[in-house]
C-alpha cells in the first residue's frame, strides 16, 4: 500500500525526498547561521525540537548532505 511505501526507511530516507516547507525553511535558516558563524570563527550548536514523525531525521540527513 502507499502508506507502507511512505513509512518504510528506505523511502524516508532516500536522497530524492523532497523536504516539506516547513523542513526547507528550518534547513535555510540551520545554513544560513551555519555559514555566518563560520566566518565569524564560532561554534554552532542546533537543537531542532517535533514530535515522532516530523521530519528531524530527514532534516538532518539532508542537512549532512549538504555540509
Known amino acids: 500500500s502507499l502508506t507502507k511505501i511512505e513509512n518504510d526507511n528506505l523511502f524516508k530516507f532516500s536522497p530524492y525526498k523532497n523536504l516539506t516547507d516547513d523542513q526547507f ?14 566566518k565569524n570563527n564560532k561554534e554552532s550548536t542546533f537543537i531542532v525540537n517535533g514530535g515522532p514523525g516530523t521530519g528531524k531525521t530527514v532534516l538532518a540527513i539532508y542537512l549532512m548532505k549538504k555540509v
Do not use: T
Request: charged share 5%.
Open 25 to 38: 525553511l528550518i534547513a535555510n535558516h540551520i545554513l544560513s547561521q551555519l555559514s555566518i558563524d563560520i
